[in-house]
């Protein structure tokens, strides 16, 4: 069972369209961040939310934390080729008196010129 | 800051064979996490260290997988004997801290594929 499901998995665009990914928990986050995935490379941080409702921009990139702190989103304004990669959520459970970032399976976004 | 090194990049190998990864993480971090990529199971954590001290290994799929940190500058993650499932991309990240607002570092990942 997943904790962190993304929708979609898959999403094709051409440049200059806008599109939203979601991120979704039946569990309440502490925080969640949000990771970029480039091919053969590791997940590069985009953001990290930490307030019910927060919305944090980031250039074209428009991230928001839900209210009740189970899902977030992830909007991009006019999408550029230089966009596509594989967005990752990411969020802290914990296991007993540990902690473990756990990840979503990603949306792999890909913008075509 | 040359970011999180990890060695090798690639590595094909044969079923039984052992396996050994590598991670540099950043100076000054003091946490390191092995994590596992798979399409079918996306990010998987395998097992973190604290001042080189592992905290957590509850991720680690079975007895043929060990990881250890000598020191502060290095880890390794072996596979003895390696088996066809193993095939995967391999990730070694750091962090000051938890990560719960920090984030993490990744490396650039060893893709395994165990022929």
């Known amino acids: 069972t997943q904790l962190l499901e993304q929708s979609p998995q898959f999403l094709s665009i051409q440049e200059g369209e806008n599109l939203t990914v979601y991120c979704n928990s039946s569990?309440?986050?502490?925080?969640l961040q949000w990771y970029r995935q480039e091919p053969g490379e590791g997940p590069v941080l985009l953001v990290t939310?930490?307030?019910?409702?927060e919305v944090k921009k980031l250039k074209r990139l428009t991230f928001q934390f839900g209210d009740a702190r189970k899902d977030s989103s992830l909007h991009i304004t006019a999408a550029q080729p230089g966009d596509t990669g594989l967005y990752l959520c990411?969020?802290?459970?914990?296991?007993?008196?540990?902690?473990?970032?756990?990840f979503g399976k990603g949306t792999l976004l890909t913008v075509n010129p | 800051d040359a970011g999180v090194i990890q060695s090798p990049r690639h590595e094909v190998t044969e079923m039984g064979q052992e396996v050994t990864l590598r991670c540099k993480p950043i100076?000054?971090?003091?946490?390191l996490f092995w994590y596992r990529q798979t399409m079918m199971r996306g990010l998987e954590l395998l097992i973190y260290?604290?001042?080189?001290?592992?905290?957590?290994d509850s991720g680690m799929p079975e007895d043929r997988f060990s990881a250890k940190m000598p020191n502060a500058s290095f880890s390794t993650l072996k596979i003895q004997p390696s088996e066809p499932r193993d095939s995967a991309v391999y990730f070694c990240?750091?962090?000051?801290?938890?990560?719960?607002?920090?984030?993490?570092?990744f490396g650039s990942g060893t893709r395994l594929t165990v022929v």
């Open positions: 100076s000054g971090h003091d946490y």
């Open positions: 939310v930490v307030t019910g409702g």
């Open positions: 990411a969020g802290p459970v914990m296991r007993g008196s540990n902690y473990k970032l756990t």
């Open positions: 990240a750091s962090s000051f801290h938890k990560g719960t607002r920090g984030g993490y570092t």
């Open positions: 260290f604290n001042n080189n001290v592992p905290i957590d």
């Open positions: 569990s309440v986050f502490s925080s």
